[in-house]
């Protein structure tokens, strides 16, 4: 008697959920909006990162506003690379990301919480960006 193995259907990858503002020559209080599927940083955090410009370069330290994130490790690794996590919890701030490449830049992005709604999300990452009647 023989049995076959069903193979596991692949794990489809999400559409990242990511608005990132023109680039221009003046600076940005805020760079864009990303709309992640979860609080899990280990999950969220590499999707982010691999889908972010590539001449952002490499993005060695990442800093979380917010208590909703789950727990952290102090860093993480992408794509073979070391990554800092930081945690801070302004109570004034809104939820973001702020994203640190040395030599490269800050971007700041704007965190719309996973279980919005996407009519809402979307209105949220738009603005944020500063898409609002550009579309």
Do not use: F
């Not at 600076?27 to 952002?56: K, Q």
């Not at 701030?93 to 702020?98: G, I, L, R």
């Not at 990452?125 to 609002?132: C, K, N, T």
């Amino acid at each position: 008697m023989t049995t076959t193995a069903l193979q596991p259907a692949l794990p489809s990858h999400p559409v990242l959920r990511l608005h990132l503002a023109p680039h221009g020559d003046l600076p940005r209080p805020i760079d864009g909006a990303w709309w992640p599927r979860s609080y899990d940083l280990l999950v969220e955090l590499p999707r982010l990162l691999a889908g972010l410009p590539r001449d952002w370069g490499h993005i060695a330290s990442v800093t979380v506003n917010g208590a909703a994130w789950s727990a952290t490790p102090g860093r993480i690794l992408v794509s073979n690379q070391v990554v800092r996590l930081r945690r801070a919890l302004a109570a004034n701030a809104p939820h973001t990301v702020v994203l640190l490449a040395p030599g490269r830049g800050r971007w700041d992005l704007v965190v719309v919480p996973p279980d919005t709604a996407e009519d809402a999300a979307e209105s949220l990452m738009a603005a944020a960006a500063g898409a609002l009647g550009h579309d």
